[in-house]
């Protein structure tokens, strides 16, 4: 099964929204990470927060993270259609950090 | 761009056979992982190699194997291709330092297992 999975497996809003997804964990974890990828090509590395981390910013981007409810939740603000991709969150496990368990992903479509 | 870089972009292959994909990772990159992605789903970790040593491998078969060069370029070898096989494979390079490891990833091989 998977360590994580992102929800919902699909998003669609108007550009200028804000678009909220959200990444559920199984296993203590050191860091969680969101990655983006575009019409399934390479995923792009987003933001990394710690566990010892609550919140963080990049952008128009914030990462919560919530060890006790092991989950996570990205922030997109004012959405562009060029956000329009699939979202994904990885985690690097407390004991086997060589490893990143990657979720489903969220589909994000942001219509102009 | 992330200066990862994977070749070929596409490959068809028929079941039983064997297939070579290739990976250069970025410069200064000590480490590099694959992924595979099947339509649909996220990716799944193969193994890594660091040191061209392998350091870790996901629930993958042996005929799943892989090699890290001393210019950390890499290969992944699957032999005796079946149809479940088809999917994106992902090469991600990164430099080892503690836990916080970000991952740089190529834009994936396509394999068509028929």
């Known amino acids: 099964s998977q360590q994580g999975e992102e929800d919902p497996q699909a998003l669609s809003i108007q550009e200028g929204e804000n678009a909220t997804m959200n990444c559920s964990y199984k296993t203590s974890i050191n860091n969680l990470q969101w990655y983006r990828q575009n019409s399934g090509r390479g995923l792009v590395h987003l933001i990394l927060?710690?566990?010892?981390?609550r919140e963080k910013h990049s952008g128009r981007l914030r990462v919560t993270l919530d060890t006790s409810k092991k989950s996570s939740s990205l922030l997109i603000t004012a959405s562009r259609a060029a956000d329009t991709a699939s979202y994904f969150c990885?985690?690097?496990?407390?004991?086997?950090?060589?490893?990143?368990?990657f979720g489903s992903g969220t589909k994000l479509n942001v219509k102009p | 761009e992330t200066g990862v870089t994977q070749s070929p972009t596409h490959l068809i292959k028929t079941r039983g056979q064997q297939v070579t994909l290739r990976c250069s990772s970025q410069s200064g990159h000590n480490t590099v992982s694959w992924y595979q992605q099947a339509l649909g789903q996220g990716p799944q970790f193969i193994f890594q190699?660091?040191?061209?040593?392998?350091?870790g491998r996901g629930n993958f078969p042996p005929r799943f194997s892989g090699l890290q060069f001393p210019n950390y370029s890499s290969e992944l070898n699957v032999n005796a291709l079946e149809l479940d096989d088809s999917a994106l494979y992902l090469c991600?390079?990164?430099?080892?330092?503690?836990?916080?490891?970000?991952?740089?990833f190529g834009s994936g091989t396509q394999l068509s297992v028929l």
């Open positions: 990885a985690t690097g496990l407390q004991y086997n950090f060589n490893k990143f368990y």
């Open positions: 991600a390079s990164s430099v080892r330092q503690g836990t916080n490891e970000k991952l740089f």
């Open positions: 190699y660091y040191r061209e040593e392998e350091n």
């Open positions: 927060i710690r566990s010892n981390e």
